[in-house]
């Protein structure tokens, strides 16, 4: 079995931080990538941020400047520091694995979400 599991979201003032953590574990073969996704009230999921070809990353335009993600050196967590809140960035945010248990296996694991609230 393979756990993905978010932590880290709560209530932040605008122009706020917050730093979310998300690890996967259990039987994992090999790690492809890891991502954030959110998705707020009434909206789609939408990706955040994510890495692309070697350590490069990519970020959806609303959160540029913004946000930071990043990687341990095992591949197995995920960071995302959110730095200079606003209240559009309330969201459910979600981390996606991008994993496979064995060989011809890959496929997406998501984690349960975590609430983050920008709101004085």
């Known amino acids: 079995q393979v756990q993905v599991v978010e932590s880290g979201g709560g209530l932040v003032q605008p122009g706020g931080s917050l730093r979310l953590s998300c690890a996967a574990s259990?039987?994992?073969?090999?790690?492809?990538?890891m991502a954030w996704y959110r998705q707020a009230p009434g909206k789609q999921r939408e990706l955040v941020a994510s890495?692309?070809?070697?350590?490069?990353?990519k970020y959806a335009d609303s959160v540029k400047g913004r946000f930071t993600i990043s990687r341990d050196n095992a591949g197995n967590k995920v960071y995302l520091q959110m730095n200079s809140l606003k209240p559009e960035d309330t969201a459910v945010y979600y981390c996606?694995?991008?994993?496979?248990?064995?060989?011809?296996?890959?496929?997406?694991?998501w984690g349960q979400g975590t609430q983050v609230t920008v709101s004085s």
């Open positions: 996606k694995a991008d994993l496979a248990t064995g060989w011809g296996t890959r496929t997406d694991y």
């Open positions: 259990g039987n994992i073969f090999n790690i492809y990538d």
């Open positions: 890495f692309t070809t070697g350590s490069s990353t």
